[in-house]
């Protein structure tokens, strides 16, 4: 039985793009080429079909077309843009901190003027590791010490790359401007090495655009191509060896005799084992990016074609996709429809995430360890290329209420690794329980690429405060006082004034009406601000791909025939 497709309860009221899975459950979505970002939360049950958006602080420049990460932390790296309002092929880079809902400019590695649309990856210690878009040049952004430092140099430079890091912690890159070569770079060693010869080329010449690049759960690598072709890659028992290479099923002709290929596009592993990817019509020359885009499934084998969502009338280019902790994958392609794809079938039993340790006893706002196995998952999972990484190798906890089915994410962070495939080796991460659960019996089960691990039990016990009173404490304060019985702050945390209510109730309503008039009025100047703050960036237009629109204007505007988007 194929998958289905269906809308979104609520759309976004943006031009949805470039999406990230946020470690808590929540998922990141940019305003196509903007400053702003938004944010998805399922509903009550775990449900993102019918999740609610909110608006998110706005970053300090416009991108369109960049490298990114969700680091180990639960932060997320943006750097560069090949349009931005910081300059053409700009080297600005910033971090967001979903905790703090804020966004922190960071310098760009030493010397480099440019960063663009540069190619990246995480490494399996959690270091971001970039490509130069103009040179053979490499760094890498340490983001414990706040720190670049030079990488090692590779044969090309690194423009139009798709990089994807294997279970040997190397990272596999088909080279786009010495095609149809392919090389590694050996992350223990900081060396590049080749990894062979292509039996087929994958890279379009006129462009040197190639599409995106999956390690499947067998451990081979799923290589697709931009001219029409596709490759399999067998990584060596050695890292330092070159590995193997097969030809892949090329894409079938789409229905006017035209070939299809994959010149910079999304792809991403289903937890049932298949690629959900795309491809439209190629013609060899540099700057026809063409639509439709064609969606297919590969399940290790052969390409089989899938249903089209209603959102696929542009050229595969636009189009981002996003796993989400149910196994459903997003599908935004810049416009304010978004389409959720439930895929049929589900994982081997061998493929889960294992909890070996956890706490039987959590209370909200507290923080816990978690161990297991592959808590990273088999994959980076989330493809594309250059020009948007979004891997989603790393844990979430998902808690589910045994009586209501309510469901909430944890927020994890600090995961001991950000490799994939890690085997029987034990992992761990750190998770904080979200203030707002009942107390009860939950559910818990650690997720990865989409893919939860059998399942344990655990007790949430009530809210307990602990002096001296800071932050969260406070911010408990905020979610408890409309409710309840009068309740004051004794040496060692929240006590009820009944039964010794009569002495000091009607100071302790006062207080208490104080501290509640005091938090609408902090409600209503941050109602204030943040109309300001969507004031300012409505002021600032979205960065955009000026060949693309030129195009549009040339061809009458019709997206699903002829684009153009430059490239470096």
């Known amino acids: 039985?194929?998958?289905?497709?269906?809308?979104?309860?609520?759309?976004?009221?943006?031009?949805?793009?470039?999406?990230?899975?946020?470690?808590?459950?929540?998922?990141?979505?940019q305003e196509?080429?903007?400053?702003?970002?938004?944010?998805?939360?399922?509903?009550?049950?775990?449900?993102?079909?019918?999740?609610?958006?909110?608006?998110?602080?706005?970053?300090?420049?416009?991108?369109?077309?960049?490298?990114?990460?969700?680091?180990?932390?639960?932060?997320?790296?943006?750097?560069?843009?090949?349009?931005?309002?910081?300059?053409?092929?700009t080297n600005k880079a910033e971090i967001y901190d979903p905790a703090l809902d804020s966004w922190t400019e960071i310098a760009p590695p030493p010397g480099w003027v440019q960063i663009g649309d540069a190619s990246c990856s995480l490494l399996p210690d959690g270091r971001f590791f970039l490509g130069n878009i103009d040179d053979t040049r490499t760094a890498i952004y340490d983001p414990e010490t706040n720190l670049w430092t030079a990488g090692a140099s590779k044969d090309d430079r690194s423009s139009e790359e798709s990089w994807l890091l294997l279970p040997d912690q190397t990272i596999l890159s088909v080279e786009c401007t010495h095609h149809p070569k392919a090389e590694k770079y050996v992350a223990p060693g900081d060396i590049w090495v080749s990894a062979g010869t292509l039996p087929q080329d994958l890279v379009e010449a006129a462009s040197i655009e190639i599409g995106p690049a999956i390690l499947l759960p067998d451990g081979r690598v799923f290589n697709i191509g931009a001219t029409g072709h596709n490759a399999l890659y067998t990584p060596p028992a050695l890292a330092s060896q070159p590995g193997s290479w097969n030809r892949g099923p090329d894409f079938p002709k789409d229905a006017t005799g035209r070939t299809l290929g994959a010149k910079d596009a999304p792809a991403?592993?289903?937890?049932?084992?298949?690629?959900?990817?795309?491809?439209?019509?190629?013609?060899?020359?540099a700057n026809d990016f063409l639509g439709p885009t064609s969606f297919f499934e590969f399940d290790g084998t052969s390409l089989q074609r899938v249903q089209d969502p209603p959102?696929?009338?542009?050229?595969?280019?636009?189009?981002?996709?996003?796993?989400?902790?149910?196994?459903?994958?997003?599908?935004?392609?810049?416009?304010?429809?978004?389409?959720?794809?439930?895929?049929?079938?589900?994982?081997?039993?061998?493929w889960r995430p294992a909890i070996t340790a956890h706490p039987l006893e959590v209370r909200p706002l507290h923080t816990y360890t978690l161990h297991g196995r592959q808590l990273n998952g088999l994959s980076q999972a989330v493809g594309y290329g250059d020009d948007s990484s979004a891997a989603t190798n790393y844990p979430l906890v998902r808690l589910r209420h045994i009586h209501t089915g309510q469901v909430r994410y944890c927020r994890t962070f600090d995961?001991?690794?950000?490799?994939?495939?890690?085997?029987?080796?034990?992992?761990?991460?750190?998770?904080?329980?979200?203030?707002?659960?009942?107390?009860?019996?939950?559910?818990?089960?650690?997720?990865?690429?989409?893919?939860?691990?059998?399942?344990?039990?655990?007790?949430?016990?009530?809210?307990?405060?602990?002096?001296?009173?800071?932050?969260?404490?406070?911010?408990?304060?905020?979610?408890?006082?409309?409710?309840?019985?009068?309740?004051?702050?004794?040496?060692?945390?929240?006590?009820?004034?009944?039964p010794w209510g009569p002495e000091v109730a009607k100071e302790a309503t006062e207080a208490r009406r104080a501290v509640i008039q005091g938090l609408k009025e902090l409600q209503t100047l941050g109602a204030r601000?943040?109309?300001?703050?969507?004031?300012?960036?409505?002021?600032?237009?979205?960065?955009?791909?000026?060949?693309?629109?030129?195009?549009?204007?040339?061809t009458g505007g019709k997206k699903e025939t002829q684009t153009t988007k430059a490239r470096v």
């Open 32 to 89: 196509s080429g903007g400053m702003n970002w938004w944010k998805l939360t399922p509903d009550a049950f775990g449900d993102y079909m019918h999740g609610t958006w909110s608006a998110l602080a706005p970053m300090h420049f416009t991108r369109l077309y960049y490298a990114s990460a969700v680091l180990k932390d639960g932060r997320v790296l943006v750097a560069g843009g090949e349009y931005s309002n910081g300059g053409s092929e």
């Open 415 to 498: 995961h001991s690794t950000m490799g994939v495939a890690t085997g029987t080796i034990l992992h761990s991460t750190q998770f904080r329980v979200p203030l707002g659960l009942h107390a009860g019996e939950y559910e818990m089960v650690v997720v990865a690429n989409g893919i939860a691990s059998c399942p344990v039990f655990i007790c949430v016990e009530q809210f307990r405060l602990t002096l001296p009173l800071d932050e969260a404490m406070v911010n408990f304060l905020i979610g408890s006082l409309a409710d309840g019985p009068l309740w004051v702050l004794g040496p060692n945390g929240p006590v009820p004034v009944d």
């Open 268 to 285: 991403c592993l289903m937890p049932n084992g298949h690629v959900l990817c795309v491809a439209g019509p190629v013609t060899g020359k």
């Open 529 to 554: 601000v943040a109309k300001l703050r969507a004031k300012t960036t409505a002021m600032i237009p979205p960065s955009v791909d000026a060949e693309y629109e030129a195009a549009l204007i040339k």
């Open 1 to 29: 039985m194929p998958g289905i497709w269906n809308p979104l309860t609520n759309e976004p009221p943006f031009a949805a793009s470039t999406m990230f899975l946020l470690t808590d459950g929540t998922v990141m979505c």
């Open 311 to 350: 959102n696929a009338g542009g050229p595969p280019f636009v189009g981002r996709m996003m796993l989400l902790p149910t196994g459903q994958v997003l599908f935004a392609n810049g416009s304010n429809a978004i389409y959720l794809f439930t895929p049929a079938g589900g994982p081997e039993p061998d």
